[in-house]
């Protein structure tokens, strides 16, 4: 895969290029500061499998175990295709959180096909950003 395309994929928090192209595994570990980052349950025209969903099911819950231990927290689930493939931001306060929720969720994530692990802030989706610039 070209610079150009990887580029543009990270600037504008594209998921499902990454995902489609490979790109991801093999990533450099993102920077300390690192406070939030996002994981996609994609699908190949039969939906999201059961396994990429279970996936979702257990950072979400990671997540909330954190926020009953006081930790701060916020996730944002997003469906994002027609087949339910759906994105799930999570945002830490603190960036030694969110360096200890990522370690856990790249091992939930491990070996998990169509599901994507983005380090990095959460873009917005498009028509969420549409509608806040609309008067």
């Given at each position: 895969m070209s610079a150009r395309p990887r580029a543009w994929c990270l600037?504008?928090?594209c998921g499902l290029a990454l995902a489609a192209s490979g790109v991801g595994a093999q990533e450099k570990a993102p920077a300390p500061d690192v406070t939030s980052f996002a994981v996609f349950a994609l699908?190949?025209?039969?939906?999201?499998?059961?396994e990429a969903r279970d996936v979702l099911r257990k950072v979400a819950e990671m997540a909330e175990a954190d926020e009953r231990r006081g930790?701060?927290?916020v996730t944002r689930r997003t469906r994002i295709g027609l087949e339910g493939e759906t994105r799930l931001?999570?945002?830490?306060q603190s960036a030694a959180d969110a360096r200890r929720g990522l370690e856990q969720v790249e091992k939930i994530v491990?070996?998990?096909?169509?599901v994507n692990l983005v380090p990095g802030p959460c873009a917005e989706p498009a028509k969420a950003r549409e509608k806040e610039k609309k008067p």
């Open positions: 600037g504008f928090g699908s190949r025209g039969k939906g999201v499998p059961p930790v701060r927290v931001c999570v945002e830490y491990k070996d998990v096909d169509l």
